[in-house]
């Protein structure tokens, strides 16, 4: 099974320093290692090529963001399954050998992701994509090891293999032949949740998307949008409403998108009150953006078969901030 490793790098020198290593450390007898490279205009490239001669670098022309990012240069590689990973992301002993083995064993897995735990404090998962995620009823995303910014220390609870909804694209495999059907990700998005309509989509036509605890890698997050920026918060809540459009099952469209608007409004009350007026205001460019896009989304909605069962739980806001419900776990 022919793995390709695929980082995406734009003027990312000092992650290669500190990350590249691990990956070809562990990662060279089972897999060929590629730089996806964004235009960048620092001097990455003459690193790898000097450091790393054995990475193959692919150029992009121009920094088309994570999803035209990892489209263009995945259509010059050969590989049955693609790893795409951010450049700052350590991996550790051992991490690929359980997540190809999956892949041999079910030709219906389509999608897998590993235990992604928090660089910064190893004892936690981290925010993207944890012990792997889900979406509740009105499309909001969340992980089982984190729900909200409650991210919980990992004590091998998570140290299994199951079917989740999404996989974090911090780290996420995929068979290429999918992918390949897909047409990639949504160009539309940029960056952010377009991993999680990829693996909604994948759904849709019957495969899998499953976690794989068995194997371990460390996230920093928030290398190239902090938290804290208006425009992270932006592209979370605009994706996440044009994911609800593209993929919310008929019976549940209006219902959804309407208590969207008015759920997102809350959370803009809030920012307010927290006195981040910054961020309430990206959300309502979130919105103005969303409605320039709607009919755009709705057509593509059109050709895409549904998955009519998506939910886990029914409002993750609700069990969080009413119910007190801070852990996957808890939640009913």
């Not at 263009?72 to 991996?91: P, R, T």
């Amino acid at each position: 099974m022919k793995t390709a490793i695929v980082i995406l790098n734009w003027n990312g020198k000092k992650l290669l320093e500190q990350f590249l290593p691990s990956i070809v450390k562990f990662s060279s007898d089972e897999a060929e290692i590629y730089v996806a490279d964004n235009a960048s205009d620092d001097d990455s490239i003459s690193y790898i090529k000097n450091a790393f001669p054995s990475v193959k670098i692919v150029k992009n022309i121009e920094n088309g963001g994570y999803a035209q990012g990892y489209n263009d240069a995945l259509k010059k590689i050969d590989a049955d399954i693609y790893c795409l990973i951010n450049s700052d992301v350590e991996v550790t002993q051992n991490w690929l050998s359980p997540i190809l083995d999956v892949f041999k064993s079910d030709e219906n897995t389509a999608i897998i992701q590993p235990k992604i735990l928090d660089f910064k404090d190893k004892t936690k998962f981290e925010y993207a994509g944890a012990a792997g995620g889900f979406i509740d009823l009105y499309g909001y995303p969340y992980c089982r090891g984190r729900v909200f910014n409650d991210l919980e220390k990992d004590s091998n609870q998570y140290n299994d293999i199951s079917e989740i909804f999404w996989a974090s694209g911090a780290c996420l495999f995929i068979r290429s032949k999918i992918y390949c059907k897909l047409n990639g990700f949504d160009e539309d998005y940029f960056a952010h949740q377009e991993e999680i309509d990829l693996c909604w989509r994948t759904q849709n036509i019957g495969y899998k998307v499953k976690y794989v605890g068995s194997s371990t890698v460390y996230h920093v997050g928030g290398a190239t949008l902090q938290e804290t920026n208006p425009q992270k918060t932006f592209l979370n809540f605009r994706n996440s409403l044009l994911n609800v459009v593209k993929n919310v099952p008929k019976k549940w469209f209006l219902f959804v998108v309407f208590s969207r608007l008015l759920l997102d409004g809350i959370a803009g009350i809030k920012f307010i009150l927290e006195l981040r007026p910054i961020h309430t205001w990206a959300i309502v460019k979130a919105h103005f953006s969303f409605y320039k896009n709607f009919f755009k989304f709705l057509k593509k909605r059109k050709v895409l078969q549904k998955k009519s069962d998506y939910n886990l739980h029914t409002s993750i806001v609700w069990q969080y901030f009413v119910m007190g419900r801070k852990k996957f776990t808890d939640l009913k």
